[in-house]
């Protein structure tokens, strides 16, 4: 069996839409979220890899769990994850949970609702978030909100990509049933422009991502760590910028994807804000002397 490096896309940390495990995060904390990174991006490369039949992808993936478990030691991306995990005092949990979405994706390519959509996303996108967490110390009481925040950017990802997840994989994210609603096939998908029927349906799955987005708005006033904040600060204004961009374009036809430097400077412009807005919440009140005590 080929190594699963060798499967690969090419694409790195720095390829993908939000920051991973930025300037931002603390150097101590960057290692482990990288490691998870490598392992949940070569799962991912696997459950996507047109050539590769469903038994080939779910057997690769359980070998990738079983390094990662330390049954067995041929898969480099599950053993770094495991040393670095174990160096942590962290569980292998999370990363478990991501492999059940991708283990999915490997035989799974429709959603029948909006639902079963969110049910995917549990496995395939939340599991990054609370692990995210974990590494930080945080409270669990902050995974509601990181669980809205990482199933919008899940599903920003899967609007984004629609036609060439159709097109490559024969993968439909977009529920059926707002598909079925607006009269639209899932072959329209295929085409190198939307109809104004899947458009209207594509802007309401964005609206509804929308609010999503919305529920995690408190995340960075609730987190303990300051600089994981500033993080989560600037996801969430290239998030809104993203869905605003999916609310009014088509993503079979236009652009739907930020620059590098219009990523860069709609993040820094929330970092900064969120910034000062923590500095003086969080900062000591000092009582002011009364006239008397002077």
């Given amino acids: 069996m080929i190594d699963s490096a060798k499967l690969r896309s090419g694409k790195g940390h720095r390829d993908e839409n939000f920051p991973v495990a930025s300037w931002l995060i603390e150097r101590r904390h960057r290692p482990v979220i990288l490691a998870f990174y490598e392992f949940v991006r070569t799962a991912d490369d696997i459950a996507d890899h047109?050539?590769?039949a469903a038994g080939e992808k779910l057997a690769r993936l359980d070998r990738l769990e079983a390094s990662l478990l330390g049954d067995r030691d041929d898969d480099a991306a599950g053993v770094a994850l495991r040393r670095a995990l174990h160096e942590r005092g962290l569980s292998p949990q999370h990363a478990q949970d991501l492999l059940r979405a991708f283990r999915q994706d490997a035989v799974?390519?429709?959603?029948d609702d909006w639902s079963d959509l969110i049910g995917y996303c549990t496995s395939s996108a939340m599991p990054v978030?609370?692990?995210v967490l974990d590494v930080h110390g945080e409270a669990k009481s902050t995974w509601p909100a990181s669980d809205a925040l990482c199933a919008a950017l899940q599903i920003i990802n899967h609007l984004q990509d629609c036609g060439s997840d159709y097109r490559r994989l024969n993968r439909v994210y977009l529920p059926l049933d707002a598909l079925a609603g607006h009269g639209v096939e899932?072959?329209?998908?295929?085409?190198?422009?939307?109809?104004?029927a899947l458009i209207a349906c594509l802007h309401d799955l964005a609206a509804r991502?929308?609010?999503?987005l919305e529920e995690?708005?408190?995340?960075?006033?609730?987190?303990?760590?300051?600089?994981?904040?500033?993080?989560?600060?600037a996801i969430q204004a290239m998030a809104r910028r993203l869905v605003a961009l999916l609310q009014r374009r088509d993503p079979l036809s236009e652009r739907v994807h930020l620059t590098r430097a219009e990523a860069a400077a709609t993040g820094a412009a929330s970092a900064a804000g969120c910034f000062f807005r923590l500095l003086f919440r969080r900062a000591p009140r000092v009582d002011r002397p009364r006239a008397h005590e002077y």
């Avoid at 899932?186 to 104004?196: D, F, I, R």
């Fill in 50 to 52: 047109a050539a590769l």
């Fill in 108 to 111: 799974k390519s429709r959603y």
């Fill in 129 to 131: 978030g609370r692990f």
């Fill in 186 to 196: 899932v072959e329209a998908l295929g085409a190198s422009q939307a109809s104004p």
């Fill in 209 to 212: 991502t929308a609010a999503l």
């Fill in 216 to 233: 995690s708005r408190a995340l960075p006033a609730i987190v303990g760590n300051f600089r994981l904040a500033l993080e989560i600060s």
